[in-house]
C-alpha cells in the first residue's frame, strides 16, 4: 500500500530519530494506566489520549476486559497485572495459573487484531513494607505456575513474566549506594525472584520514588531530587551522585550485584511527582521533574555504576489521576497523573511527541455546569459533621495541608466536600441534601488555585432517563431561580 503523502514527512523524521538514537541505548517511555477512579475515563478515549501524545507503551495493573479491548488492533506495547490478591491461588494452583494466562493472555494473542502483550507483572509492589508478608510469600510459586502456563500456550518467547518491586524492597547504610542490599525478611525470596527472571532473560521491575525520599527522609533536599543539584553533590567513595534518581537506582544496582545478578537489566516500572495533597506536590514541581527525569534518561549518560546501562524502558506514574487510590500512605496518592482525571495535560512534558506539548483528551462528556454548596441561610450546627461524613467516601484530599483547597476558609471548605460527594454520584439531587444544608447551585464556586469539578458522565446505559431526568431538573432549577429574584 502506498502511504498517504502526508506521513511520508513524519516517516523521515522517525527515521532521522531511529539512526540518532543508535549507537548507545535509550530508554523507552511509557505510562502506568490505573483505574482506581469513581468515574475512569472511557478506555476509547483513553486510547486516543495515548494515541495524540505518542504513548507506545502502558502498564495496567490488572487484565481488564475493557481496556484490553480498547488497546486491541493498537500499536500499544501492554503490561497486564496480576493484583496481589490473586498471588495466593496462583501459588497453590497450576490449573488456576493456566485458565488466567488463557482468559488474559492467550485470548487476546488469537485473531487479527491483538494486544500486544510485552510483559505479564506478577503481583504489584508485594514486597512493600505496609504489606508485611501478606503477599510476597506466594510470589515465587505465582511467578513460577504463571511463567509454566505461558510456556505451555506457546506464548513463552512473546511474553515475559515481571515481578514489580517497590522502592523500599532495596536500602542502604547511610544512604550510600555502594552499600546496597535487598531488605533482609525479603532476600532469600528475591534472589529466587532474581534467579527465575534471568532464566528467562526478564527484566527486573523496581519503582524509584524521588518523591517519598524527599518526603520521608530529613537527609535530602528538593534540588537533588529534582535533578538540579549543583553545589552538594554526594561523595560514595569516588563516584559522585548528583540526583536522587541515581542514588537509588544505583543502590539497586548492588543490591543485584551482591546477590549474584550483575547484569540483571531493570525497568523502573513507576515513577511520578505528584500536583496535590501534600508538601511538594505542585503541578509546577512535578514539571521540574519530569523535564529533569526525561532529558536525564534521554542523555543515556547512565548513572556513575552503569554509565552504559540505563534502564531499558521506565513507566511513568501515572497518566491519569485517581480519586479512589488508597491514601493510607499520603493524600498526595490521587494526583500522581500527568493529566487530571478528565484528561486535561496539568503541565507540559516531552515524551517525543512532534508539537513537544501533550494533546488533551478530546470528546469528554461531562455532567451539567452544576455544583452543590452549603446553604448559608440554614442551620449550620451539623454542617461541619455532614461535610466529614461526605469526605470520608467522596475525594476531599486537596482541602489537606499543602493541598490546592488548604486556604479555602469555613464554610467554604464545606461546600468543597458537598461538591465532590454530589459529582462523585452522578449529580444525583438527593446526594446534595446534608442534613437540608446543600444546595444545588449554577454558579462556579470555584477559586483561583481551588477547582470544583464537574464529574464525567458515565453511564450510558440509562442515558434516555437520565437525559431526560436532567432537563427537567435543569427546567426546575431555572423556574426556581426565577421565582426567587
Ligand atoms: C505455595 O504453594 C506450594 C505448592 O502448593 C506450597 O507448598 C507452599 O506452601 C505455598 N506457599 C505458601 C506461602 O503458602
Ligand atoms: C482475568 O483477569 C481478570 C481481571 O484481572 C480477572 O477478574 C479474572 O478473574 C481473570 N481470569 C481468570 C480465569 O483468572
Ligand atoms: C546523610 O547523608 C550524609 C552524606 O552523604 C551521610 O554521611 C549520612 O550518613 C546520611 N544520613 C542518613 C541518616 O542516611
Ligand atoms: C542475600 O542472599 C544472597 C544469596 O543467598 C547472599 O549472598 C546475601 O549475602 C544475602 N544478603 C543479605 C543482606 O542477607
Ligand atoms: C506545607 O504547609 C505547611 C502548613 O501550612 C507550611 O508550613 C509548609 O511551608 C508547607 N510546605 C510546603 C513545601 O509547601
Ligand atoms: C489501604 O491500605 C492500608 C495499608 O495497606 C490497608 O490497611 C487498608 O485496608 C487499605 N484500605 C482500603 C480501603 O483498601
Ligand atoms: C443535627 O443532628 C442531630 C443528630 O442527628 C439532629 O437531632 C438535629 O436535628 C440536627 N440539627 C439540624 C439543624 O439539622
Ligand atoms: C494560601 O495562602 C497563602 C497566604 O495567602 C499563600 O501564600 C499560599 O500560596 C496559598 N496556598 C495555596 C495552596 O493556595
Ligand atoms: C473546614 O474548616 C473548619 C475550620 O477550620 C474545620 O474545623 C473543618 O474540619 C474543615 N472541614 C473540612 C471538610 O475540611
Given at each position: 500500500?502506498?502511504?498517504?503523502?502526508?506521513?511520508?514527512?513524519?516517516?523521515?523524521?522517525?527515521?532521522?530519530?531511529?539512526?540518532?538514537?543508535?549507537?548507545?541505548?535509550?530508554?523507552?517511555?511509557?505510562?502506568?494506566?490505573?483505574?482506581?477512579?469513581?468515574?475512569?475515563?472511557?478506555?476509547?478515549?483513553?486510547?486516543?489520549?495515548?494515541?495524540?501524545?505518542?504513548?507506545?507503551?502502558?502498564?495496567?495493573?490488572?487484565?481488564?476486559?475493557?481496556?484490553?479491548?480498547?488497546?486491541?488492533?493498537?500499536?500499544?506495547?501492554?503490561?497486564?497485572?496480576?493484583?496481589?490478591?490473586?498471588?495466593?491461588?496462583?501459588?497453590?494452583?497450576?490449573?488456576?495459573?493456566?485458565?488466567?494466562?488463557?482468559?488474559?493472555?492467550?485470548?487476546?494473542?488469537?485473531?487479527?487484531?491483538?494486544?500486544?502483550?510485552?510483559?505479564?507483572?506478577?503481583?504489584?509492589?508485594?514486597?512493600?513494607?505496609?504489606?508485611?508478608?501478606?503477599?510476597?510469600?506466594?510470589?515465587?510459586?505465582?511467578?513460577?505456575?504463571?511463567?509454566?502456563?505461558?510456556?505451555?500456550?506457546?506464548?513463552?518467547?512473546?511474553?515475559?513474566?515481571?515481578?514489580?518491586?517497590?522502592?523500599d524492597?532495596?536500602e542502604s547504610e547511610s544512604s550510600l549506594?555502594?552499600?546496597?542490599?535487598?531488605?533482609?525478611?525479603?532476600?532469600?525470596?528475591?534472589?529466587?525472584?532474581?534467579?527465575?527472571?534471568?532464566?528467562?532473560?526478564?527484566?527486573?521491575?523496581?519503582?524509584?520514588s524521588p518523591y517519598q525520599s524527599l518526603l520521608q527522609s530529613k537527609n535530602t533536599t528538593l534540588n537533588f531530587a529534582l535533578?538540579?543539584e549543583?553545589?552538594q553533590?554526594r561523595?560514595?567513595?569516588?563516584?559522585?551522585?548528583?540526583?536522587s534518581?541515581?542514588l537509588s537506582?544505583?543502590?539497586?544496582?548492588?543490591?543485584?550485584?551482591?546477590?549474584?545478578?550483575?547484569?540483571?537489566?531493570?525497568?523502573?516500572?513507576?515513577?511520578?511527582?505528584?500536583?496535590?495533597?501534600a508538601a511538594y506536590?505542585?503541578?509546577?514541581?512535578?514539571?521540574?521533574?519530569?523535564?529533569?527525569?526525561?532529558?536525564?534518561?534521554?542523555?543515556?549518560?547512565?548513572?556513575?555504576?552503569?554509565?552504559?546501562?540505563?534502564?531499558?524502558?521506565?513507566?511513568?506514574?501515572?497518566?491519569?489521576?485517581?480519586?479512589?487510590?488508597?491514601?493510607?500512605?499520603g493524600?498526595?496518592?490521587?494526583?500522581?497523573?500527568?493529566?487530571?482525571?478528565?484528561?486535561?495535560?496539568?503541565?507540559?512534558?516531552?515524551?517525543?511527541?512532534?508539537?513537544?506539548?501533550?494533546?488533551?483528551?478530546?470528546?469528554?462528556?461531562?455532567?451539567?455546569?452544576?455544583?452543590?454548596?452549603?446553604?448559608?441561610?440554614?442551620?449550620?450546627?451539623?454542617?461541619?459533621?455532614?461535610?466529614?461524613?461526605?469526605?470520608?467516601?467522596?475525594?476531599?484530599?486537596?482541602?489537606?495541608?499543602?493541598?490546592?483547597?488548604?486556604?479555602?476558609?469555613?464554610?467554604?471548605?464545606?461546600?468543597?466536600?458537598?461538591?465532590?460527594?454530589?459529582?462523585?454520584?452522578?449529580?444525583?439531587?438527593?446526594?446534595?441534601?446534608?442534613?437540608?444544608?446543600?444546595?444545588?447551585?449554577?454558579?462556579?464556586?470555584?477559586?483561583?488555585?481551588?477547582?470544583?469539578?464537574?464529574?464525567?458522565?458515565?453511564?450510558?446505559?440509562?442515558?434516555?432517563?437520565?437525559?431526560?431526568?436532567?432537563?427537567?431538573?435543569?427546567?426546575?432549577?431555572?423556574?426556581?431561580?426565577?421565582?426567587?429574584?
Open positions: 500500500m502506498v502511504p498517504p503523502p502526508t506521513a511520508r514527512p513524519l516517516t523521515m523524521i522517525v527515521l532521522v530519530l531511529l539512526l540518532a538514537s543508535m549507537g548507545s541505548r535509550a530508554t523507552a517511555i511509557g505510562v502506568n494506566w490505573g483505574t482506581s477512579s469513581s468515574h475512569p475515563l472511557p478506555p476509547a478515549i483513553v486510547l486516543q489520549l495515548l494515541k495524540s501524545n505518542r504513548i507506545s507503551k502502558v502498564r495496567l495493573l490488572d487484565a481488564d476486559p475493557a481496556l484490553l479491548g480498547a488497546l486491541s488492533g493498537s500499536d500499544v506495547d501492554v503490561t497486564v497485572g496480576i493484583p496481589n490478591a490473586m498471588l495466593r491461588s496462583f501459588n497453590s494452583s497450576i490449573k488456576a495459573a493456566e485458565s488466567w494466562v488463557h482468559d488474559n493472555v492467550t485470548r487476546y494473542f488469537s485473531g487479527g487484531r491483538g494486544v500486544r502483550i510485552e510483559y505479564v507483572a506478577v503481583g504489584d509492589e508485594s514486597f512493600l513494607l505496609g504489606h508485611d508478608d501478606q503477599f510476597y510469600p506466594f510470589v515465587v510459586g505465582a511467578a513460577t505456575n504463571i511463567q509454566a502456563a505461558l510456556t505451555k500456550a506457546n506464548l513463552g518467547s512473546k511474553v515475559k513474566v515481571v515481578v514489580p518491586c517497590s522502592a524492597s532495596f549506594p555502594s552499600k546496597g542490599h535487598f531488605r533482609i525478611e525479603v532476600n532469600s525470596t528475591m534472589v529466587q525472584i532474581l534467579k527465575l527472571l534471568s532464566e528467562h532473560r526478564s527484566p527486573f521491575f523496581v519503582t524509584i535533578f538540579k549543583t553545589a553533590s561523595k560514595d567513595g569516588q563516584r559522585k551522585y548528583k540526583n534518581f541515581d537506582y544505583d543502590t539497586l544496582v548492588t543490591a543485584l550485584y551482591s546477590s549474584g545478578f550483575p547484569n540483571m537489566e531493570i525497568v523502573i516500572s513507576q515513577i511520578g511527582w505528584p500536583t496535590d495533597g506536590a505542585t503541578s509546577i514541581l512535578a514539571e521540574e521533574f519530569m523535564k529533569g527525569l526525561l532529558d536525564h534518561l534521554h542523555s543515556k549518560s547512565g548513572t556513575p555504576l552503569r554509565p552504559q546501562n540505563p534502564p531499558i524502558e521506565t513507566y511513568l506514574f501515572s497518566l491519569l489521576d485517581e480519586d479512589q487510590r488508597n491514601i493510607s500512605s493524600n498526595f496518592e490521587r494526583h500522581w497523573g500527568l493529566f487530571t482525571f478528565d484528561g486535561q495535560a496539568k503541565y507540559q512534558v516531552y515524551m517525543g511527541q512532534t508539537s513537544k506539548k501533550l494533546t488533551n483528551a478530546q470528546g469528554v462528556e461531562y455532567l451539567p455546569s452544576r455544583w452543590c454548596v452549603v446553604n448559608n441561610n440554614k442551620d449550620m450546627s451539623n454542617a461541619t459533621a455532614e461535610a466529614l461524613d461526605a469526605c470520608s467516601v467522596a475525594d476531599c484530599t486537596q482541602l489537606s495541608p499543602n493541598g490546592s483547597c488548604f486556604n479555602l476558609s469555613w464554610p467554604a471548605n464545606l461546600s468543597y466536600a458537598f461538591n465532590s460527594f454530589y459529582q462523585q454520584h452522578d449529580q444525583r439531587a438527593d446526594s446534595c441534601s446534608f442534613g437540608g444544608v446543600g444546595l444545588i447551585t449554577t454558579v462556579d464556586p470555584s477559586t483561583v488555585n481551588c477547582l470544583f469539578t464537574i464529574g464525567l458522565q458515565t453511564s450510558h446505559s440509562d442515558s434516555f432517563a437520565w437525559g431526560f431526568s436532567t432537563q427537567l431538573m435543569n427546567f426546575l432549577l431555572t423556574y426556581i431561580l426565577v421565582l426567587l429574584k
